[in-house]
């Protein structure tokens, strides 16, 4: 834990308690614990790696912690030096592994986790993920008295406080190079074709890729009813002269995916030949774009520089091009509402 003078500070009793002690100048970081929890994103590694190097930059140690909080809990950690991070900028992925886990939204889960945080004196942990992994590391940090800095790593770009998430860029590559393909078969067969994406919650990858596809429409948790969604595109399509069109269905705007927005359709419209693609996790792999590496460059330093200023339970944001801190509670519980613009333009382009 957090030395005062080379010593360990007192064990402070914190469970449940919001004023917390703050350990401030008095006391050095001298080693941090990294992880990758969640669903992987591209960019994970380049974040691992910018984590990495500008810790040993600043003579702090670095312990890297396999399989997310599992792995904290199990104990499977591994001092890492700079060549550990070698050759990995451009892998998809995170070397460190990744895994959801029920076990530490229990107390004595956290305390498993805690015991390996003591042993590996670990003094700060750095978590790059999600939502979940947010939500963990800031109850952690909590109920430990540890400070706890997030990176925003996940395709979903859902977390507010920060325009873009690391594997977002990506992952909204992967899906217009898909659709484009789709695209060629749906115009010599005349389908309309359904792309299931991913997103969780949110319709950003869906809205965005569909603008960048030249879809005839998105169908989004965010916006109109699906059925208005798919009288749009259906509608859009005919008066277009189109016996096809590409319509991208996020993953939960409708219960049972896109496959239940096909069966609407050949119900309602029995004269359109459908077809569904559900992209799956072929939309989290691959080499990172240049800008989700940039992004994880920037983040895995900021989160060190937000460590030597004192920081603790804040997320590393970027907006209009500047790194922000942010509140890990902020950044969790505040909805992040996709551009009103962005919308407007999808409706206007796909006419
Ligand atoms: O959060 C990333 C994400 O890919 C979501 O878009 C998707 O809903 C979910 O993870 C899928 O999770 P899993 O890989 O556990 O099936």
């Known amino acids: 834990m957090l030395r005062l003078n080379g010593m360990r500070p007192p064990l402070v009793a914190i469970k449940g ?46 312990k890297a912690v396999y399989r997310g909080y599992k792995g904290l809990m199990d104990g499977e950690v591994a001092e890492f030096t700079t060549q550990n991070v070698s050759g990995i900028i451009q892998r998809g992925g995170t070397i460190l592994k990744s895994a959801r886990s029920e076990e530490f939204k229990t107390p004595e889960g956290r305390k498993r986790a805690y015991d390996t945080i003591v042993r590996e004196q670990i003094d700060a942990l750095i978590v790059i993920g999600g939502d979940g992994t947010f939500t963990g590391g800031r109850v952690f940090a909590q ?4 400070p706890v800095i997030g990176i925003p790593g996940t395709i979903d770009n859902d977390l507010w406080g920060t325009d873009a998430t690391i594997g977002y860029d990506t992952a909204l590559n992967t899906i217009v190079d898909c659709v484009d393909k789709l695209r060629d078969t749906a115009t010599s067969h005349e389908r309309v074709f359904l792309v299931e994406v991913m997103g969780r919650d949110a319709g950003f ?35 277009k002269s189109k016996n ?38 072929l939309q989290r792999g691959g080499r990172p774009s240049a800008k989700d590496r940039i992004l994880a460059s920037r983040m895995g330093c900021a989160a060190i520089q937000a460590l030597l200023d004192e920081q603790r339970s804040i997320m590393v944001g970027i907006q209009n091009d500047e790194i922000v801190y942010v509140p890990l509670t902020k950044a969790i519980r505040t909805k992040k509402d996709i551009k009103a613009d962005t919308w407007h333009a999808m409706q206007i382009l796909c006419i």
């Open 205 to 239: 990858l869906t809205l965005n890729a569909a603008i960048a596809a030249g879809a005839e429409a998105a169908v989004i948790p965010e916006r109109a009813t699906v059925a208005e969604q798919i009288e749009t595109a259906i509608g859009q399509g005919r008066r």
């Open 143 to 146: 109920e430990y008295n540890i």
């Open 17 to 62: 308690s919001h004023t917390l002690t703050t350990y401030t100048m008095e006391y050095k970081i001298q080693t941090i614990g990294v992880l990758t929890s969640g669903g992987d994103a591209p960019g994970m590694n380049a974040a691992v790696r910018a984590v990495t190097r500008a810790a040993l930059y600043n003579n702090i140690r670095v």
């Open 244 to 281: 096809s069109s590409i319509v991208l269905v996020q993953e939960h705007a409708v219960e049972g995916g896109a496959l239940a927005v096909q069966q609407e359709i050949e119900k309602t419209h029995p004269e359109y030949n459908v077809r569904t693609t559900i992209l799956g996790h």
